[in-house]
């Protein structure tokens, strides 16, 4: 079992940067693919950028909308992951859903086995 717990949302001016955390309890952190997704009201939860597990090549992915403004990281040592968002834009403003599963591509393509509880990002103007 792995309990998902996000933070650092808030609200940001167009431009601005915020750095979202998700810490995971249990042993299998390092062995899991972690990911973030967003979703807004009416819209179904998408996908936004996941890393390898530890045991896998590193490797990182983005959808195309934040490429060269998000980066996603993991620190082992603390069971964290972190989602670094930059040049923030108004329609990133979302809830931000933390996941992790066995697999990167089981994770992108939504079939994680874990999830947290979402921290709201609002990006104004």
């Known amino acids: 079992q792995v309990q998902l717990v996000e933070s650092g949302g808030g609200l940001v001016q167009a431009g601005g940067s915020l750095r979202l955390s998700c810490a995971a309890s249990g042993r299998t952190f390092r062995s899991s693919a972690m990911g973030w997704f967003r979703q807004t009201p009416g819209k179904e939860r998408e996908f936004v950028a996941a890393?390898?597990?530890?045991?896998?090549?590193?490797?990182?992915y983005y959808t195309d909308s934040v490429k060269g403004r998000f980066t996603i990281s993991r620190d082992n040592a603390e069971n964290t992951v972190y989602l670094q968002m930059n040049s923030l834009e108004l329609e990133d403003t979302a809830v931000y859903y933390c996941a992790a599963g066995p697999s990167s591509s089981s994770v992108r393509n939504g079939g994680a086995r874990y999830w947290g509880q979402g921290t709201q990002v609002t990006v104004s103007s």
């Open positions: 890393i390898s597990p530890t045991w896998s090549t590193s490797s990182t």
